[in-house]
């Protein structure tokens, strides 16, 4: 069966021929490495991957299979991830060539651009701290002296995302100290596990983790459970760039680039990226329903509980069943932290995108598994049909996704595009799933969805490592 299956993904051939579609229409000639002749052009990149050198990923998630996928989702740029782990390093110098840039070109000619995440463990101000950090680098050179730097800290090659025992002040000061151009983005920064403002080991604030070098923070990754407005109502944001990526540990289509940045670039560059990202110059963001996250609303997984913000504060954040603490969510955190009211928007807001992945819409419109062969089918139609999945997502007309898939599918699709689908929220661990069928009954689908929440997400007994992620 499972050869079977692999038979049924998009050819290695299909996925070649079909570009990102902003590459087409803004670009003289296709990517190379010489390409002289580009006018502004909308790029979509997902700056936060990971290898197979990282714990809890296939031994397939390797560069072919990175650049094959992100062509069949629509990206125009992809981190390497994992760049000081020494042999995937290797890999990556190997597999792609640099430029003056800073950009890697693979020889089909996709472009990626160094990027790492690490954890740091520590203590300040007398309370335990485990925060992500993704690193972006300007160039091989760069990549080098920060290799060298962090082995001092602590051995490389056992894990894609190494732990180390230094702050993040201690950070901003090594990574200053080999060039200011290297960024430093706080990752899935709302997470209750292993994030800047987690519930569990994180701040509450930026000023608070990183004190006068604050400044030298200039971007916060979102996270799945997260979006936008959310991080509208808190003021100290205000001057930070709001950035999405997928974390993904996999190169399926339903995880790579499920969150993604959009520039507007005159050039392809590592300097015209992070001109972007300090110059909260984004075009716009595409995000996941915030209620699709693992980590969206409080609960206790084991105990298959699900709240609300004000019903945990009624339960005194306790699960009502076995009297343990709740995971708080990250909607709970926010509204700890929130200095301003729910609806919120700052000037001059980037706009973003709400969308779940084509493959979760047709794996729930139909009633099956997200990597059954039916879902495959239905999926290469559509990337056969329109280019790439951000196409189907944004810009194929209903019509024509219906005379593909048929009108359920398609409709989903077109919910979807206009923020109307619902999600049974994620908690605890456990992804959000889409609500369908109220829908096809025409009913309201608020009706009754706490009762689908407490049914919805099935006991997985404990916790894995995967699961924080």
Request: glycine residues 8%; contains cysteine.
């Amino acid at each position: 069966m499972r050869a079977k299956l692999r038979d049924l993904r998009v050819s290695d051939e299909l996925a070649h021929n079909y570009l990102p579609a902003h590459t087409l229409q803004t670009c003289n000639t296709t990517f190379k490495i010489n390409t002289t002749v580009l006018k502004i052009m909308k790029l979509i990149a997902d700056l936060h991957l990971h290898s197979h050198y990282a714990r809890a990923t296939s031994k397939d998630l390797n560069l072919a299979n990175l650049e094959k996928y992100a062509r069949i989702k629509g990206l125009g740029l992809l981190g390497t991830g994992d760049f000081q782990h020494p042999k995937w390093q290797q890999d990556v110098r190997q597999e792609l060539e640099e430029d003056e840039k800073g950009i890697l070109w693979s020889k089909g000619g996709f472009p990626f651009i160094w990027q790492t995440e690490i954890s740091l463990i520590y203590t300040q101000d007398n309370a335990g701290r485990r925060i992500h950090y993704i690193l972006l680098a300007p160039g091989g050179e760069v990549v080098s002296q920060v290799t060298e730097a962090l082995a001092g800290k602590g051995r490389l090659d056992y894990d894609g995302r190494p732990i180390f025992g230094f702050s993040s002040i201690e950070l901003v000061d090594m990574m200053m100290g080999i060039s200011a151009d290297i960024e430093i983005i706080p990752a899935h920064a709302w997470t209750p596990w292993f994030s800047v403002f987690g519930s569990n080991s994180g701040f509450n604030s930026l000023k608070e983790c990183f004190r006068d070098r604050v400044n030298k923070i200039h971007a916060i990754e979102t996270g799945l459970s997260s979006d936008p407005p959310m991080n509208w109502r808190i003021s100290e944001l205000d001057r930070i760039t709001l950035i999405s990526n997928s974390d993904s540990h996999s190169y399926w289509p339903w995880r790579i680039g499920r969150e993604a940045n959009i520039f507007e670039l005159n050039e392809i560059s590592y300097r015209a990226i992070i001109s972007s990202i300090r110059n909260k110059k984004l075009a716009a963001t595409i995000e996941v329903d915030p209620a699709y996250g693992k980590y969206h609303l409080d609960g206790h997984r084991a105990c298959e509980v699900c709240l609300e913000p004000k019903e945990s504060i009624m339960q005194k954040n306790i699960c009502p069943k076995c009297r343990r603490k709740l995971t708080i969510g990250v909607l709970h955190r926010v509204e700890e932290l929130a200095d301003r009211p729910e609806g919120f928007r700052p000037p001059n807001a980037a706009p973003f995108h709400s969308l779940i992945p084509v493959s979760e819409i047709i794996a729930q419109a139909t009633g099956t598994g997200i990597a059954t062969a039916k879902v495959w089918k239905a999926f290469n139609e559509l990337i056969k049909a329109f280019g790439s999945e951000y196409n189907v997502l944004l810009e194929a007309p209903g019509e024509e996704i219906g005379r593909v898939t048929g009108e359920k599918i398609a409709s989903a699709i077109m919910l979807n595009r206009a923020g109307k689908l619902k999600i049974i929220p994620g908690y605890d661990g456990e992804y959000g799933k889409p609500v369908f069928g109220a829908i096809e009954n025409n009913e309201n689908p608020e009706k009754g969805l706490k009762k689908q929440v407490k049914g919805s997400h099935k006991n997985q007994g404990q916790k894995g490592l995967d699961d924080y992620f």
